[in-house]
């Protein structure tokens, strides 16, 4: 089994492991990853976890973010909208260190954001089932958009729930040129 294939075989173990609105970003970035890229995904033993393999594509596609902004921009809103249940937040793997938590979302403008240490806690929905919520954060950093590389504390502007809007960053990156 060749790297290229073995890589495809581990990414394939994985996908199955995700929720289902995640699936089709990490089959994206993972096609468009070169072969050198897809190859060091075999390189750490730890990669064979779900939650570091998922880390892995989603740094690439934020250190890429003219490229892959938008799609991870739907991601995290598909992701939130679809799995209040499981895995409703999408992990930061870029903003995150040994003292703080990260978590990609959306601001108001529908431009990505990292939130910094979110207060992610459970609540009972009408019908009794145990919904993912955002109750509190310290921090964002705006990482598209206008604003890029500025932090908003929750009073100055707060975040609400994150809502996709076709074309935000993509038109940003393009005008911003």
Do not use: C
């Amino acid at each position: 089994m060749t790297n290229q294939s073995g890589s495809a075989g581990l990414h394939k173990v994985i996908r199955a492991r995700v929720t289902d609105p995640f699936v089709g970003f990490l089959d994206l970035i993972y096609k468009q990853m070169s072969p050198d890229h897809k190859a060091r995904l075999l390189e750490k033993p730890e990669n064979m976890n779900p939650f570091n393999y998922v880390n892995v594509i989603t740094a690439y596609a934020l250190e890429r973010l003219p490229d892959y902004g938008e799609v991870l921009a739907i991601a995290v809103s598909r992701v939130y909208a679809e799995s209040p249940y499981e895995q409703r937040f999408v992990f930061d793997p870029l903003h995150s260190d040994d003292q703080t938590k990260a978590t990609l979302y959306l601001d108001t403008d529908g431009h990505l954001v990292s939130v910094k240490d979110a207060n992610i806690d459970r609540t009972t929905a009408a019908l009794g089932e145990k919904i993912q919520e955002m109750k509190g954060y310290q921090s964002y950093e705006v990482l598209t958009g206008p604003l890029t590389g500025r932090t908003f504390f929750p009073r100055q502007r707060p975040l609400a729930a994150p809502v996709y809007k076709p074309g935000v960053i993509l038109q940003w990156f393009k005008t911003s040129e």
